[in-house]
């Protein structure tokens, strides 16, 4: 006669589990209870999880990806929602800036449009100048010594060229005449040439004197009383040398006899010695 192996199991191991009924926590359950939550297989809607479905989207956890996450991976960044800092950005947080990128009004701009433009910095080609180089000078106005100036400083004096009165003129107008260096004849001397002799003032030796000393007596053509003598009145005499008879003779001719008084052997006498006896005549008894 056969041998039972399970005498008192009508079913003889129901679950073919090497356990007899009588004596099998699970009778209907191969694995009995295999996530050990105290349900076997039958009971058991998630017979290999002890946890179950814990978040509820009909995945067992020992099926599902992300058993603590019901979106399962919603971002598909292959981080779960239950440790995904950002559970609805792919990237999560590409900037840094501590906003998830699904609500970042700028999610690769970590200053987050810190010039306040309405453009964010990762394609804002002036992230800092709300104006966007507003002169048009291909240098944003944060960094832009003339912001508003597209010349900017050409002439590299430290003004703008559109408040530069000197253009192009690194020294402007540095003796303040009214009149750029650049085109200042005078450059240095605020009077200039004011004669109009060719001779900048500051190097004239007769400023206001367009005549200068043309005779080069040292005396400016404008005080000469000899105009054209260089050797003026030497002798003092009121007569200038260029025309004075008697050159040295402050007397000259006193009595007109034709012979300057320093070698007149009778001054004051216009006859002189007329009869050769070495008297003067003025003073002669015998004249003749």
Same mark, same amino acid.
């Given at each position: ?30 694995n ?25 989207d ?24 239950? &440790?995904?800092s ?16 699904? &609500? ?18 990762? $394609? ?19 960094v ?17 060229d ?30 200039n ?5 060719? $001779? ?18 040292? &005396?400016?053509?404008? $005080? ?38 320093? $070698? ?22 015998c004249?003749?």
């Amino acid at each position: 006669a056969d041998v039972d192996p399970c005498p008192h199991d009508g079913a003889n191991d129901f679950d073919s589990d090497a356990i007899c009924g009588d004596v099998d926590s699970c009778p209907a359950d191969p694995n009995n209870d295999a996530d050990g939550d105290l349900l076997c297989a039958v009971d058991d809607p998630c017979e290999f999880h002890e946890e179950h479905d814990v978040d509820s989207d009909d995945l067992c956890g020992d099926v599902d990806s992300c058993p603590y996450d019901a979106g399962n991976d919603f971002d598909s960044d292959s981080v779960c929602a239950d &440790v995904d800092s950002c559970h609805l950005d792919a990237e999560n947080d590409a900037d840094g800036d501590g906003i998830c990128g699904n &609500v970042d009004i700028c999610p690769y701009d970590a200053d987050n449009d810190s010039d306040l433009d309405s453009i964010c910095g990762d $394609v804002d080609s002036c992230e800092f100048d709300s104006l966007n180089d507003v002169d048009g000078d291909g240098i944003c106005g944060d960094v832009d010594s003339c912001a508003q100036d597209a010349l900017n400083d050409a002439d590299g004096d430290g003004i703008c060229d559109g408040a530069d009165s000197c253009l192009g003129d690194a020294l402007n107008d540095a003796d303040g005449d009214g009149i750029c260096d650049g085109v200042d004849s005078c450059q240095g001397d605020a009077l200039n040439d004011g004669d109009g002799d060719g $001779v900048c003032d500051s190097q004239d030796s007769c400023p206001g004197d367009a005549l200068n000393d043309a005779d080069a007596d040292g &005396v400016c053509d404008g $005080v000469d009383s000899c105009l054209g003598d260089g050797l003026n009145d030497a002798d003092g005499d009121g007569i200038c040398d260029g025309v004075d008879s008697c050159r040295g003779d402050g007397l000259n001719d006193g009595d007109g006899d034709g012979i300057c008084d320093a $070698v007149d052997s009778c001054v004051d006498d216009g006859w002189n010695d007329a009869d050769g006896d070495g008297v003067c005549d003025g003073v002669d008894s015998c004249m003749g």
